[in-house]
Structures are given as structure tokens and as C-alpha cells.
Nanobody, 118 residues
Framework: QVQFAESGGGLVQAGGSLRLSCAASGSTFSINRIGWYRQAPGKQREWVAG???????AYASSVKGRFTISRGNAKNMAYLQMASLNPEDTAVYYC????????????WGQGTQVTVSS
């Protein structure tokens, strides 16, 4: 199993930027992909972005061009650089180890809250 710890969230004004970090622990040798997800109040959790072990990235249409996912030199680290934030990006953000179809496979961490004020 893999455990995840997310950090870097906060309160930011519309148009601002934030960088989220994801630290994985446990069976990190099994990580081929890392995905970022978010859950806004009253909504279902949704996939935001993903990156494969080869560095191939994919984004939800709602964040494409504004968010950038990357991995650290250590296989257990991933990041989400968010720019041009708007209030619709307000959510708790999580990372996870997903399947090829970005379906999360592990238990969720506590997430990190991102709040964008207008």
C-alpha cells in the first residue's frame, strides 16, 4: 500500500498561484502514475491531472493550460503548480496512485485545502 500526504494549500486571491506537494510513503516502488484530484464542497471528487513514470502528463479540461503537474527527482514526490486560479478551483486537493484510466487505487490522505477568493 501507498500513503499520501498533501501540502501547500492556502487562501489565494483570484488570478493567483499556488504550488501543491504530494509525498508518498510505503510501497512507493509500485507507483507508475500519480494523479491529483479535488473535491469541492457539495461535489464529487474529480480527477484534475496525472503524470506517468515516463513523464507523460494529462489534464482535465477545466485546468488545462493553468495547472502543471510534475514529479520530483525522488519517485515518491509530485507537485501541482496552479496558476490563474479562480473561485471554481476552491476545493480540497488530494493525490493518489491511479490506474491507467486515472481511477484512484489507494486510500485517500487528508488532502490540502485550496480556497480562492474573488
Amino acid at each position: 500500500q501507498v500513503q499520501f500526504a498533501e501540502s501547500g494549500g492556502g487562501l489565494v486571491q483570484a488570478g493567483g498561484s499556488l504550488r501543491l506537494s504530494c509525498a508518498a510513503s510505503g510501497s512507493t516502488f509500485s507507483i507508475n502514475r500519480i494523479g491529483w484530484y479535488r473535491q469541492a464542497p457539495g461535489k464529487q471528487r474529480e480527477w484534475v491531472a496525472g503524470i506517468s513514470v515516463g513523464g507523460v502528463t494529462a489534464y482535465a479540461s477545466s485546468v488545462k493550460g493553468r495547472f502543471t503537474i510534475s514529479r520530483g527527482n525522488a519517485k515518491n514526490m509530485a507537485y501541482l503548480q496552479m496558476a490563474s486560479l479562480n473561485p471554481e478551483d476552491t476545493a480540497v486537493y488530494y493525490c493518489n496512485r491511479p490506474s491507467a484510466g486515472w481511477v484512484p487505487l489507494e486510500s485517500w490522505g487528508q488532502g490540502t485545502q485550496v480556497t480562492v477568493s474573488s
